[in-house]
């Protein structure tokens, strides 16, 4: 705040300001801070140390990222994120006196009432010397900063190893399809948790196509994981021979496609009672705003690392991972084909919703950015188009209370940020 804690402190002759912080991560943050963070320090004339906290809590990851800001507003020193760091920073208070006399708005903070709020406590002050005891430490004083995609992929993996390790949990379990989501989800895991304590489970049906066989498999041997192969096909056909009768003279639809993904839902939590792992589901954002998920089925488990991220960005995740390894970790094929649930023959995502490069930014205009049906509109979007994706995030708003928590890496995510009635008759539209 311009005018609270800061600047009664500083109207009491505080010289250097600490902020300490519990501030949780999402994407883009840290240029915000920085802004925020360099006028509170210019507003005050004070060196601003900002210490916040790192780990991860359920949803949210701290990312730390330590910062100390001049009187000039210019960063100084800063910590690693996603790590605990050691911030060690010489400050020549001097320049805080420097600071003041040369703005004349500075002199007037006699002006400025001093109440209980912010008002510095008076403590003993050792004269002991530390200086012949101070430790050399030697590195630079200004961390190197992550680009967007290495933020967001820091953050999964800080906050997969916490839950697991604050939950009690030494091993995962991810059903892996040879897909996009489920690839990601697996290389987070293994970079969070040791490739030893990662267990993927294939579940190949009659609609498996042999690229996606044969990617899972690719996929496990570069990461070194155990791939365990339990096919539905045997199961499946027992559900269509039980309900039968009672689908006698129906077209093949929905109903079939969920029973695999309930199928597949039940034995990976089985696998789960028996060993007591913990599933990790696979669902991007993309999926889980239009509800293209099967409630107890794909969603079946206990943490969904990448819940709250868009399909999009989920490439560019495994792109950037492949990068770090200096090879496709993640196989080029994977990034390559069409995505496909691979229910029924010949499916695509794209029989069901826009291309995800238009779908991501619908979602961001009405999720994120609140923005009303004509405000997107007004973007450029077919009117049609924006219905059908509104209808579908308001309408499968029943499932996400079901869905498994997350890590939040957007600004707003599902849940803890927009929190919506389920049954309502308001229709924006």
């Not at 804690?5 to 002759?13: F, I, S």
Request: glycine content about 8%; aromatic content about 8%.
């Amino acid at each position: 705040y311009s005018i609270g804690p800061t600047a009664v402190q500083r109207a009491a002759g505080a010289e250097v300001i600490v902020n300490i912080n519990g501030s949780p991560f999402h994407s883009g943050k840290r240029d915000y801070r920085e802004k925020m963070l360099a006028t509170r320090a210019v507003d005050n004339s004070v060196f601003f140390g900002y210490v916040n906290l790192v780990g991860g809590q359920d949803e949210l990851v701290f990312d730390g990222g330590s910062m100390v800001f001049d009187p000039q507003g210019e960063l100084i020193a800063s910590s690693q994120q996603f790590e605990e760091d050691l911030l060690v920073v010489d400050l020549e208070v001097e320049e805080v006196l420097r600071t003041r006399l040369r703005e004349p708005l500075n002199r007037k903070e006699d002006q400025l009432v001093t109440t209980d709020v912010g008002k510095p406590k008076k403590y003993a002050v050792s004269d002991y010397n530390a200086d012949s005891v101070r430790p050399s430490v030697h590195r630079q004083a200004l961390a190197d900063l992550a680009g967007a995609e290495q933020e967001v992929y820091e953050a999964l993996v800080l906050g997969t190893r916490d839950y697991l390790m604050k939950t009690g949990f030494k091993k995962a379990l991810i059903a892996l399809s040879g897909g996009i989501d489920s690839s990601l989800v697996a290389a987070i895991a293994v970079d969070a948790l040791g490739a030893e304590n990662v267990i993927c489970v294939a579940m190949p049906s009659r609609y498996s196509s042999e690229g996606s066989v044969t990617d899972a498999v690719l996929l496990a041997e570069n990461l070194g994981i155990d791939l365990w192969n339990l096919p539905i096909e045997a199961p499946f056909a027992a559900f269509l021979d039980t309900l039968a009768p009672k689908f006698e003279g129906t077209d093949s639809g929905v109903a079939e496609e969920n029973i695999q993904s309930r199928i597949r839902g039940n034995l990976i939590m089985a696998l789960s009672n028996k060993f007591g792992w913990l599933v990790l589901t696979t669902g991007n954002k993309s999926e889980m705003a239009t509800g293209y998920a099967t409630i107890y089925g794909d969603m079946s488990g206990g943490f969904a690392v990448i819940k709250d991220v868009p399909k999009v960005l989920c490439y560019k995740l495994a792109e950037y991972r492949n990068t770090v390894a200096g090879h496709s970790l993640i196989p080029r094929s994977v990034l390559d084909k069409p995505p496909s649930a691979e229910l029924r023959p010949d499916q695509l995502d794209e029989d069901s919703l826009p291309p995800y490069e238009e779908l991501d930014q619908i979602l961001k205009a009405y999720v994120e950015d609140d923005l009303a049906f004509d405000e997107i509109v007004d973007l450029g979007f077919s009117s049609e188009t924006v219905k059908q994706i509104i209808s579908l995030v308001d309408r499968n708003e029943y499932k996400r209370r079901q869905a498994a928590p997350g890590i939040k890496i957007t600004p707003r995510n599902f849940g803890r940020d927009r929190r919506m009635p389920i049954a309502n008759r308001y229709r924006p539209f």
